[in-house]
């Protein structure tokens, strides 16, 4: 049996430059309500702004040659901090597949079946993003492309988490083989015994908990994330404007999710002056050099 979605998950990349002072939750508040607010206003005429920030140091892993990224898979790692970005000694190894085809990525399984105990967590879910795609003329810069309607670009993914302390992080390709064995399937005998090799270190500053109302009581709950690329004290390389929507044991209402869609179309359009022109996923700025498509 296939896994039953999760979620669905709307995202959109903003101009790092919108956010150049130090990420605080009272500056991620002045953004939601000078930009946010009133966008959202038009599904929930209360919505609320962001209750807590969180901290994080992300790595995203492939080998030199991209194997993973080769068979849609992405490796990630998560290491929880303290505000002062001090490790408060718990790490996340996600290994994630994603692809457009719902089916294809349902009836995938990462880790043995059964094995989801209180370390481990797998999730299915729907990614939604802007229709969108890179110019391939690279000598100009990675500029988007983007249609005159606003549109959206959905693909599905199944990720398997597991929890560990951070000296436990895998190092080779045959250690994620061995935490997620399913991978085996997609990926081969291929290189097994190569090196992992990571991306750009990013620290996040992950403001959650803002939330609005959709119809059929679906709660659209929102994320703003920041990366500052090697030190805390950089500024931010990366952000993005995320909302989630848990689905009622896989279903969507329908009034909930053209809520949701109207809403996407109407960020997109009004935030046009400050939606990245440059890229397309913030998951592709941080994997190893080459393997970010």
């Known amino acids: 049996m296939g896994h039953v979605l999760l979620a669905r998950e709307y995202k959109l990349l903003l101009k790092p430059s919108e956010f150049q002072a130090r990420p605080t939750l009272p500056s991620a508040n002045e953004f939601w309500a000078s930009r946010i607010e009133r966008i959202v206003s038009t599904i929930d005429n209360r919505p609320d702004p962001f209750k ?9 892993w492939d080998t030199a040659d991209c194997v993973l990224s080769k068979h849609d898979l992405i490796l990630r790692t998560r290491e929880e ?38 370390n481990t967590e797998t999730k299915f879910e729907e990614d939604i993003g802007p229709l969108e795609i890179a ?58 015994n190569e090196d992992l090799v990571s991306g750009s270190v990013s620290h996040e500053y992950a403001f959650k908990k803002a939330k609005a109302k959709f119809s059929d009581n679906i709660d659209g709950i929102f994320a703003l994330s920041l990366w500052c690329f090697d030190t805390p004290e950089a500024k931010p390389g990366v952000a993005e404007l995320s909302y989630t929507c848990e689905t009622q044991n896989g279903n969507m209402p329908g009034k909930a999710a053209r809520d949701a869609y109207d809403l996407f179309i109407k960020l997109q359009n009004q935030l046009a002056d400050i939606v990245d022109p440059e890229n397309t996923s913030k998951t592709a700025l941080a994997l190893p050099k080459g393997c970010g498509g």
């Open 135 to 192: 110019s391939p003329r690279a000598s100009e810069g990675a500029r988007v492309i983007v249609p005159v309607k606003r549109s959206t670009r959905n693909r599905f993914s199944l990720s398997t988490t597991i929890e560990s302390d951070p000296k436990r992080r895998p190092t080779r390709l045959a250690d994620v083989l061995e935490k997620f064995p399913g991978a085996k399937k997609l990926i081969g005998d291929l290189a097994t």
């Open 52 to 60: 807590r920030v969180v901290h994080r140091v992300i790595r995203f």
């Open 81 to 118: 901090m303290d505000e002062n970005f001090v490790s408060a000694g718990k790490l996340e190894t996600t290994l994630k597949l994603r692809m457009p085809d719902q089916f294809v990525v349902a009836s995938t399984s990462l880790v043995d079946d059964g094995k989801n105990d209180e």
